[in-house]
């Protein structure tokens, strides 16, 4: 009997003990084997140029958007000069702090109010003034009494009939003397268009020549320190009719240029002194 079961292991094919062999040994194992996967890390390269990458596409959009933020910081530069000059240009609207009803005139200066009336002292107030302006009188060796009566006496017109219409708030005469006819804090009408912001000083003069006397002149640059330091003003402030509407008045500071420029400077040092 073995020699006859040993006869029939002989019979069995070498593929069928081979597949005997195989699931002898799984059904020795308890679970099945399976073959896990195996991850392969990235190599070093790939690594690098995928961070070499990002960074490059930053360094591209930072590219495109610092172009950007240069011309928006010169737009806003740009804005902030323009509002800067035009300022300088146009001026800037300071606010006016100047009570000019409060200004009182000192006793060297007599008062001689005009009458109010719509002809010479309409009773109109200014909210501010802005220049002094420097008139001559025209009518030469005349009396600064005798120019107020002429400017009090354009009261008794007929409104209804109209007429002549003139004024200063002050008259400095050929001895010296000074008369105020209206308030700094009302209207003159002597510097059209400019009546509803000056201050107005005729001068009398002995000739046609209009220059004026030296007594005049000492009193006309005491008058225009003073009023320039009422209103907070400055030399650069006082100007001529002529500056304002081109009319040769005051004559002798019009035709003598030099002349006008040196009183600028005299009413300069005389504010020095105050």
Known sequence: MQDEYSNDINRIPPDAASETGAKTTAGNSSRPQTERPRF???TGG???LSRTG???RKRTSMD???PVLCLVLLFLIGMGAGVGIGYRIWGYEKPYTVDLKAIKSPDWIEQKLLRKNIFS???VSMREVKNIVVHYVGNPNTSADSNQRYFDSLADQDPEQGGASSSSHFIVGLEGEIIQCIPVSEISYANAPRNFDTVTIEVCHPDETGKFTDASYDSLVKLTAWLCEELK???KD?????DVNGKGCPKYFVDNEDAWKQFR???KAALKEQ
Request: proline share 8%; aromatic share 4%; charged share 45%.
């Open 121 to 123: 002292r309409p009773d």
């Open 233 to 235: 003003l400055d030399e």
């Open 54 to 56: 990002a960074r490059s």
């Open 238 to 242: 006082v100007i001529r009719h002529y």
């Open 265 to 267: 400077k005299d009413v």
């Open 46 to 48: 790939d690594s690098g």
């Open 40 to 42: 392969k890390p990235e």
């Open 64 to 66: 495109k958007i610092l």
